[in-house]
């Protein structure tokens, strides 16, 4: 049994999420395993959620095994993600081009959630999965926990599908979702709004785990996979930004891509020094001169990310041409980060 505790994490970013779909693709390659069985936890927001359902919604004509390989899900961003981020000319005038109304009807959406999990429910998950949302009625987050879902099913277990369309009711994109069993009121959203790389709630919760001496994961160490949806390429220059108002950030700002980058980043930056720091001692003890990376050997966080190139950052750019630069993007990032896939591989692959 492996002394690891493993945790995969993936990043929100609407049909960039080709680029972490590209490197599950390449790690279910390597290991000749399913995602799912790969590891012990799986945590997503948007559409590293929907990801994450994906890769452990049991195929209903054999329940021990997933519905989809990693591979198949990467496909589907080609063939559905001009459904998902589709609209009438009736919705773009009625909405006034999304500026009176969310840009994109929850229709889309809807139809391929419903394709792709059917009737599941979150606790029907072959892998413990955590998805994260943000209920704006009550001003709090949410995250729905499939192993919680088993214990409390009649207030915590809810349809696949809706658990999809929380976590992906991306703000100005599309409607809140409400379901109902939670509250009459409940407004979901995305939850990339707080927490747009999840990676912090998965090693928060892999700690209360491993802390537990009744868990048969006790004592473990964690390991953490996140993987990111490209990072933006957009510099905004003092001399333009000093006087951006409310119409500037939210258009030519991009202050949305700003934010989920800047908590992202930071989510990094904190798991960089949690799992891959070592503190060199002086010979009586003391700290000498701080915190060092660790090798390779060391290692228990790895985080795949790129940056995308200007023009690409859209989340619902669903042009042929963006897509084909997508792929591409994440075939690169897989060749480039071959090693570290190798010793990831390597590590989560150990029964």
Not at 191 to 218: L, Q, R
Request: hydrophobic content about 35%; proline content about 5%.
């Amino acid at each position: 049994m492996s002394n690891k505790f493993r945790v995969l994490a993936i990043d929100g970013g609407g049909i960039r999420g080709i680029i972490p779909a590209s490197v599950l693709t390449e790690i279910e390659k390597r290991s000749g395993k399913p995602i799912y069985a790969l590891f012990d936890l799986i945590c997503g927001t948007s559409t590293g959620g929907i990801l994450s359902l994906g890769s452990t919604v049991p195929d209903p004509k054999n329940p021990k095994q997933a519905k989809f390989t990693a591979a198949e899900l990467l496909a589907s961003y080609r063939s559905d993600g001009s459904t998902i981020f589709s609209r009438s000319i009736g919705w773009k005038v009625r909405t006034i081009g999304g500026w009176l109304g969310p840009k994109y009807p929850a229709t889309g959406v809807e139809a391929v959630l419903q394709e792709k999990v059917g009737e599941a429910k979150l606790s029907d998950a072959l892998t413990p999965i955590i998805i994260s949302s943000y209920d704006t009625n009550e001003s709090k987050p949410v995250f729905f926990k499939s192993e919680a879902a088993k214990l409390k099913p009649a207030t915590k277990d809810f349809l696949m599908t809706q658990v999809g369309r929380s976590t992906a009711a991306a703000p100005t994109y599309f409607p809140s979702e409400n379901i109902q069993k939670i509250a009459l009121q409940n407004s979901n959203v995305d939850g990339g709004v707080f927490v747009n790389n999840p990676a912090m709630c998965g090693y928060a919760e892999a700690v209360e785990i491993t802390k537990d001496e009744k868990s048969p994961h006790h004592g473990k160490e964690i390991f953490i996979v996140s993987l990111g949806t490209g990072s933006l390429a957009m510099p905004i220059p003092y001399s333009h930004s000093k006087d951006l108002g409310k119409l500037g950030w939210i258009s030519g700002g991009n202050i949305i891509g700003v934010m989920s980058d800047g908590v992202a980043d930071a989510v990094d930056y904190q798991l960089e020094l949690a799992l891959n720091k070592v503190v060199r001692k002086g010979n009586d003890g003391s700290r000498s001169d701080g915190v060092v990376s660790a090798d390779a050997a060391k290692k228990n966080y790895y985080r795949f990310q790129l940056t995308l190139a200007q023009g690409h950052e859209e989340m619902d750019n669903v042009t042929t041409a963006n897509i084909d630069y997508l792929y591409r993007a994440g075939n690169e990032l897989v060749s480039h980060r071959k090693n570290d896939l190798a010793v990831v591989c390597q590590v989560i692959g150990e029964a």
